[in-house]
């Protein structure tokens, strides 16, 4: 069963706007935590934003806030004021607990930003 | 700090030769993952290697193998190159704090021809 999965393979959007990227998951596991990284087409993966299952809060980092839902097991990335820059494939992954530090990966999105 | 640092970024090898790929993680950190990410089957778990042991394994054949110096650093080597090989190959480090891992960081990736 796919653990990460995210449901749009490319998405355009028009510069300024704001961009929701979707993201659930599944896991059994209690305590797990959740990535989104942003990879240009240099191919080097950028770390956005972090979110433990155990966190109060929404996470925020800058322009990046992670719309974290539990119970419906969804953690989309909301992106404000999108800039020509985040032009990008996106990649959510989720790490369970325990020993395995390997982190699962979702198939991405490619987002296009419009001028 | 210098971040997650990756050599060759770019090699060109033929069926059947044997590669080997350089990891140089953040200064501190002593956890080392690599990935496989290729258009088919996306970002794919490799090994982890935590103080020069191999902690975590993904499903690659034997050909993979890696191992991590006592500085930190590691290396892979795939034997034995078929074209299904070319790959973008990405490493990320970690910080692991009494016992919990923190977010992995990762290297601009070396990208892997096989001809």
């Known amino acids: 069963a796919q653990k990460i999965t995210q449901t749009q393979p490319g998405m355009f959007v ?3 706007e704001a961009v929701t990227l979707d993201c659930t998951y599944d896991t059994s596991d209690p305590s797990y935590g959740l990535f989104w990284y942003k990879q240009p087409s240099s ?25 974290f839902q539990q119970a419906r097991k969804s953690a989309n990335l909301v992106i404000s004021a999108s800039q ?18 390997k982190i699962i990966f979702g198939k991405g999105t490619r987002l296009h930003i419009l001028p | 700090k210098a971040g ?13 030769q044997q590669v080997t790929l350089s990891c140089s993680p953040i200064s501190g950190h002593r956890s080392v993952s690599w990935y496989q990410q290729t258009p088919g089957q ?10 020069e042991t191999q902690r975590n394994k993904g499903n690659f054949p034997g050909r993979f ?24 190959y990405l490493c990320a480090s970690s910080l692991e704090f009494q016992g ?12 892997l021809l096989v001809l």
């Open chain 2, 65 to 88: 193998s890696g191992r991590q110096f006592s500085n930190s650093r590691s290396e892979m080597n795939v034997s034995t190159l078929e074209l299904g090989d070319s790959a973008l």
């Open chain 1, 43 to 67: 191919g080097e993966m950028i770390f956005l934003i972090y979110q433990g299952s155990y966190d109060q809060q929404n996470a925020t980092e800058g322009r990046y806030s992670l719309n």
């Open chain 2, 100 to 111: 919990v891992r923190e977010t992995q960081y990762f290297g601009p990736g070396t990208r």
């Open chain 2, 42 to 51: 996306g970002l794919q778990f490799l090994f982890e290697y935590f103080s």
């Open chain 2, 4 to 16: 997650v640092t990756q050599t060759p970024r770019y090699l060109i090898k033929t069926r059947g």
């Open chain 1, 84 to 101: 020509l820059g985040d032009s990008a494939m996106y990649f959510c992954a989720m790490r369970e607990g325990g020993r395995d530090d």
């Open chain 1, 14 to 16: 028009q510069e300024k």
